[in-house]
């Protein structure tokens, strides 16, 4: 054996040619995984949470309902598909609501905060989902809306049911850009040699899903509104109109940016960097044409269909204002001010005022307004409010998980070290 073999390899210096591929696959492709450390406080809680609730879900699943919630005839309806459905796919809308903004109204400036909300409103859908799947009494029957013999064309249910599980298919294909960034990112390996073949190809694809995405989520989002029109003698009057279709789809717009909102500037203090302000700032300010415009219809609802007076003659027209001041009417005043808009924390906090009364608003509908028949009542149990912190926790650890692995932010400077 020579003295040869002992010399240790040298370092292999890039040439001319290998810097410029390098930098061009980071101007086509600007976004990168964070790569920050994942098992802060933050997170370690969210994985106990999680934890927990897949226990419970078990339990559920195998010894049924009446083991863990307070679900009955009167009210088969509860927490699960008040919070982690219908409003859990409105909470979601930030997706549709942002391609919109980019690809239909040609507002190219808002391209970076496309893929975090389309991160979000993946995992968000993707909870929605197994909220029903953890709801439904004979859940290993879950597929029967896609057979053909099951489909009714005048349910509300059945097209809900269906866009849904169109979206999140949707939802998937918007992601695999992520997933072949990544693979070229990492420059190895036969996976990072077909991404770069396939890459272009589903860039002129895309708009396709893109379009096709926003079309089915406007039907579901009112669809969901929808479904309540079927019990005119259960829900109170002051929610009960043939609008209510309409204003669920002008609510889930409005609170779609202001979780984009909220996302951004969360993400920007986990990861240390700086939040989009002007983008933010620029969303917000969209939003307040939506906030006026649902305030002003259910106003016009109320003129419209001579029920202005429910307001004064019982507690539900408290709530019915409650929901109007916080959803509406308090936020568009405070992001009609410009230094409010261009303040993250300020802004973050209005966006939070926004998602709160979209929440009393789907809690309203779906439960607070609602009359069951006489000698039912309902509240759930601890392990039903268990179970839906669990599905929050999923999507929180969820993202970190998606934005610390794959190219789902804009790389920029660090701001500060990272919080969680």
């Given at each position: 054996m020579t003295e040869q073999n002992y010399r240790l390899p040298r370092p292999h210096l890039p040439t001319r040619a290998e810097v410029e591929e390098y930098e061009n696959v980071m101007e086509r492709y600007p976004r990168a995984p964070m790569r920050k450390p994942l098992w802060t406080p933050g997170f370690t809680a969210g994985v106990a949470i999680i934890i927990a609730g897949f226990v419970l879900v078990m339990i559920r699943l195998i010894f049924g309902l009446g083991a863990?919630?307070?679900?009955?005839?009167?009210?088969?309806?509860?927490?699960?598909?008040?919070?982690?459905?219908?409003?859990?796919?409105?909470?979601?809308?930030?997706?549709?609501?942002?391609?919109?903004?980019?690809?239909v109204f040609n507002q190219g400036q808002f391209s970076p905060l496309i893929r975090?909300?389309?991160?979000?409103?993946?995992?968000?859908?993707?909870?929605?989902?197994?909220?029903?799947?953890?709801?439904?009494?004979?859940?290993?029957?879950?597929?029967?809306?896609?057979?053909?013999?099951?489909?009714?064309?005048?349910?509300?249910?059945?097209?809900?049911?269906?866009?849904?599980?169109?979206?999140?298919?949707?939802?998937?294909?918007?992601?695999?850009?992520?997933?072949?960034?990544?693979?070229?990112?990492?420059?190895?390996?036969?996976?990072?040699?077909?991404?770069?073949?396939?890459r272009p190809w589903l860039d002129k694809v895309m708009i396709?899903?893109?379009?096709?995405?926003?079309?089915?989520?406007?039907?579901?989002?009112?669809?969901?509104?929808?479904?309540?029109?079927?019990?005119?003698?259960?829900?109170?009057?002051?929610?009960?109109?043939?609008?209510?279709?309409?204003f669920f789809l002008f609510s889930s717009v409005a609170v779609g940016w202001h979780v984009v909102i909220v996302e951004s500037v969360l993400s920007a203090k986990t990861?240390?960097?700086?939040?989009?302000?002007?983008?933010?700032?620029?969303?917000?300010?969209?939003?307040?044409?939506?906030?006026?415009?649902?305030?002003?219809?259910?106003?016009?609802?109320?003129?419209?269909?001579?029920?202005?007076?429910?307001?004064?003659?019982?507690?539900?027209?408290?709530?019915?204002?409650?929901?109007?001041?916080?959803?509406?009417?308090?936020?568009?005043?405070?992001?009609?001010?410009?230094?409010?808009?261009?303040?993250?924390?300020?802004?973050?906090?209005t966006s939070w005022l926004v998602i709160a009364g979209l929440i009393f608003n789907r809690a309203n509908v779906f439960m607070l307004a609602y009359s069951p028949p006489n000698g039912w009542s309902y509240f759930p149990t601890i392990?039903?409010?268990?179970?839906?912190?669990?599905?929050?926790a999923v999507i929180v650890v969820g993202y970190k998980l998606f934005a610390n692995y794959f190219p789902v932010l804009d790389r920029q400077e660090p701001a500060a070290n990272a919080k969680s």
């Open positions: 863990v919630t307070n679900l009955s005839d009167g009210y088969p309806w509860g927490l699960w598909i008040t919070f982690d459905v219908v409003i859990g796919i409105a909470l979601a809308s930030g997706g549709y609501t942002t391609a919109a903004l980019v690809y975090p909300a389309i991160t979000t409103a993946l995992l968000g859908y993707a909870m929605a989902a197994f909220g029903v799947f953890v709801d439904v009494g004979r859940w290993w029957q879950l597929y029967n809306p896609i057979l053909p013999d099951n489909w009714n064309g005048g349910s509300a249910l059945f097209e809900v049911s269906i866009c849904v599980m169109a979206y999140l298919t949707i939802l998937l294909i918007e992601y695999l850009p992520t997933l072949t960034d990544r693979w070229i990112q990492d420059g190895k390996g036969g996976l990072a040699r077909f991404s770069m073949k396939i396709v899903f893109i379009l096709a995405g926003i079309v089915v989520s406007t039907l579901h989002q009112s669809s969901l509104g929808a479904t309540m029109l079927i019990a005119p003698h259960r829900l109170h009057e002051l929610w009960f109109t043939p609008w209510l279709p309409a990861f240390g960097r700086e939040p989009e302000m002007p983008l933010l700032a620029g969303l917000a300010r969209r939003s307040i044409l939506f906030l006026g415009f649902y305030v002003t219809m259910k106003f016009f609802d109320l003129v419209f269909y001579d029920k202005f007076h429910l307001l004064f003659e019982s507690w539900y027209g408290a709530l019915w204002f409650g929901e109007i001041l916080v959803v509406g009417m308090i936020p568009a005043l405070l992001l009609s001010v410009p230094w409010i808009r261009r303040n993250p924390r300020y802004l973050m906090w392990w039903e409010f268990l179970i839906s912190a669990m599905m929050v």
